[in-house]
Each structure stands twice: as structure tokens, then as C-alpha cells.
T-cell receptor, first 114, second 113 residues
Framework: GQQLNQSPQSMFIQEGEDVSMNCTSS?????WLWYKQEPGEGPVLLIA?????ELTSNGRLTAQFGITRKDSFLNISASIPSDVGIYFC??????????????FGGGTRVLVKP | GAVVSQHPSRVICKSGTSVKIECRSL??????MFWYRQFPKQSLMLMAT?????????EQGVEKDKFLINHASLTLSTLTVTSAHPEDSSFYIC?????????FGQGTRLTVV
């Protein structure tokens, strides 16, 4: 199925740095979701976005729903070691036949700089 | 957020045996649940949509006889990997939607030896 283009695929962070990742699509979505997945676990929902242009924060995380409805970004401010993990964006098209079927980005792997 | 519980978290089985994985929505009802498979360093790949009271919908290329899905109640879906082979070893994750969000189980690491 279609997939969202998520970038970067991976990044190294140094404690205290701000990091940013984004997702783009050729399709319009009605909802954008951002998840974090740690090794051996399922994804955990971080932020949900429902309106074009919406900017939402969850602690040090900030995400925005692009005005065109075809993109979204996630920022992590003042990163800390526990921010390590894989971050996924997911888009939701209302009206999908199977109901609430998500389209996922390829993931951004956040690693700590040695 | 809502809680989805998946069990077991890890299972090792012998080739040729079947393994059942359970996915429960603990504090909400889910008429639909989704089953994903995830390979190392890759994104989640949707395998099938589990529908309470009716047959599951499988994605293209997923063998329905190999991956049996039963949505027994509004809070429980099961995935049975039948006649497992080493190539079925993977990380399987379920999710349940609630309004316009989706919540995931903890995942099951299946190893077939």
C-alpha cells in the first residue's frame, strides 16, 4: 500500500539538541499521528493532529499538521538520552473501507551520538 | 490513552506447530483491530483487518490460511500462525482504533526454530 515519505531515516542526537523530522505524502490526510517505538515494544502514541495548520505540544515534543494536509513535522526540543527510539508518522484517511486504516511512514531512528 | 494488551510478548515454537497471539482492548470496545508484521529496522506492514462478527480482511500477499484471525468479541482478536516455519519469525503487533486514533499492543516476538 501507499506509504508516507518520512525523513530523515536516522539521526544522531547529542543531549540538549533540538531535533526535527517530517513526513510528506502525495495524498491528503484528515488526521496525522506521531508514534514512538522502543526496541521490542509496540508504538506509543505521542501526538495526534486533526486540523490543517494545527500545532500541538506534548512536553518537549511539538508537531504540526501541514496546511496542505499532505505533510507533518515533529520536533523534539532539548533532547535527552531516553528520546532514543524509532519515531513513526501515520496518516489517517476518513472513509477507508476497513475503517481507521493507518498509512505509516518508514520511521526515523533516533540514536545517541557516541 | 487507551490500553491495548497483547499476549504473549515472546514465544519460541518448533517448526510445524501453531502459535496463537491475543490482542485485547482493555478499556474500550473495538469492532475493528489491525494486525501488523514488522521486520528489523522497517516500518509496520499491515497484514489484515480483524472485524468483530465477520471475516477478516487480508492485505494482498498475506495467506489467510497461514494467518488465521478470529475476532471473538468486542475486546478480543486473535492471530494464529499455523504450521509455523522459520521465515514466519518476526515481530507481530496489533492495534485497535478509538475514534480517530489508534493504540498498539506491546508486540509479540515470534521465533520459529
Amino acid at each position: 500500500g501507499q506509504q508516507l515519505n518520512q525523513s530523515p531515516q536516522s539521526m544522531f542526537i547529542q543531549e540538549g539538541e533540538d531535533v526535527s523530522m517530517n513526513c510528506t505524502s502525495s495524498s491528503i490526510f484528515n488526521t496525522w499521528l506521531w508514534y514512538k517505538q522502543e526496541p521490542g515494544e509496540g508504538p506509543v502514541l505521542l501526538i495526534a493532529l486533526y486540523k490543517a495548520g494545527e500545532l500541538t505540544s506534548n512536553g518537549r515534543l511539538t508537531a504540526q499538521f501541514g496546511i496542505t494536509r499532505k505533510d507533518s513535522f515533529l520536533n523534539i526540543s532539548a533532547s535527552i538520552p531516553s528520546d532514543v527510539g524509532i519515531y513513526f508518522c501515520a496518516g489517517l484517511l476518513r472513509g477507508e473501507a476497513a475503517g481507521n486504516k493507518l498509512t505509516f511512514g518508514g520511521g526515523t531512528r533516533v540514536l545517541v551520538k557516541p | 490513552g487507551a490500553v491495548v494488551s497483547q499476549h504473549p510478548s515472546r514465544v519460541i515454537c518448533k517448526s510445524g506447530t501453531s502459535v496463537k497471539i491475543e490482542c485485547r482492548s482493555l478499556d474500550f470496545q473495538a469492532t475493528t483491530m489491525f494486525w501488523y508484521r514488522q521486520f528489523p529496522k522497517q516500518s509496520l506492514m499491515l497484514m489484515a483487518t480483524s472485524n468483530e462478527g465477520s471475516k477478516a480482511t487480508y492485505e494482498q500477499g498475506v495467506e489467510k490460511d497461514k494467518f488465521l484471525i478470529n475476532h471473538a468479541s468486542l475486546t478480543l482478536s486473535t492471530l494464529t500462525v499455523t504450521s509455523a516455519h522459520p521465515e514466519d519469525s518476526s515481530f507481530y503487533i496489533c492495534s485497535a482504533p478509538l475514534y480517530t486514533e489508534a493504540f498498539f499492543g506491546q508486540g509479540t516476538r515470534l521465533t520459529v526454530v
